[in-house]
C-alpha cells in the first residue's frame, strides 16, 4: 500500500487532469481496497481489452512460424500474512504464485493460473490448458522431462533452456538439407 500511495503522490500532476487534487493517503487507499468488490476489478479489465484488443503498440519481430507462439513463465507475489493468512509460504512470509501464459501476437495474457507461493513454475504449468500445434516458449525452470512429455503427447512443441548441469550424451547427428541453415533474416 506504501508503494502505491507513493506512486500516487509522486504523480499528482497527472492527478490534476482526473479532478483529484491531492493523492490518497496509505490508509484511504488499503480502506478502498478492502472495500471494494473484485467484480470492479473484472469488468474494468474486460472493458479495457475490448477498448485495446489485441493491438501491440510497438513492433514485433516476425517468424516464419505459422503455430500459435506462446510465452511462458511465472513470478511469486509477497502477501502479508497477517492480512492473507491462507497464503502461508514461509514461517513468517505469505506468498502466491502466478502462472502466466502470454500471448507473443497480442501481448496479453492468454491464461494466468495462481497457485500456492510453495508451487514450483514446473509443477504449476501442468495445470494450464496448451493449444494443439502452438510453440512454447519458456525459460529453464520449465526444464522438467516429465513436463516435456506431457507437452509433446499433447502435440506441443517446444523451446526451452537447458539447465547448466544438464548431463547428455549425443547418439546421433545429422546434416540440414542445403538451404536450411541458420539464417539471421529469418529472426
Given amino acids: 500500500m506504501r508503494d502505491i500511495s507513493n506512486g500516487l503522490r509522486s504523480a499528482t500532476g497527472n492527478l490534476n487532469h482526473l479532478g483529484i487534487s491531492k493523492a490518497p493517503s496509505k490508509s484511504t487507499v488499503s480502506y478502498q481496497n478492502k472495500h471494494r468488490d473484485w467484480q470492479l476489478f473484472r469488468d474494468y479489465y474486460y472493458q479495457m481489452l475490448k477498448s485495446l484488443g489485441q493491438q501491440a503498440g510497438f ?19 509477497s502477501l502479508c500474512l497477517s492480512l492473507f493468512d491462507w497464503a502461508t509460504y514461509k514461517t513468517q512470509k505469505g506468498a502466491i504464485t502466478r502462472h502466466t501464459l502470454l500471448d507473443y501476437d497480442g501481448n496479453l495474457p492468454a491464461y494466468v493460473l495462481v497457485t500456492d507461493g510453495k508451487t514450483a513454475d514446473n509443477k504449476g504449468a501442468y495445470d494450464i490448458p496448451l493449444l494443439k500445434n502452438s510453440v512454447i516458449v519458456a525459460d529453464r525452470f520449465y526444464n522438467d522431462f516429465s513436463l516435456l512429455k506431457v507437452w509433446d503427447s499433447s502435440e506441443v512443441y517446444f523451446v526451452v533452456r537447458h539447465k547448466e548441469n544438464l548431463q547428455f550424451r549425443t547418439l546421433e547427428e545429422n546434416e540440414l538439407p542445403d538451404g536450411r541453415h541458420y539464417s539471421p533474416s529469418l529472426f
Fill in 59 to 77: 513492433k514485433q519481430v516476425r517468424f516464419r512460424i505459422k503455430s500459435k507462439i506462446l510465452l511462458l513463465d511465472s513470478t511469486t507475489i
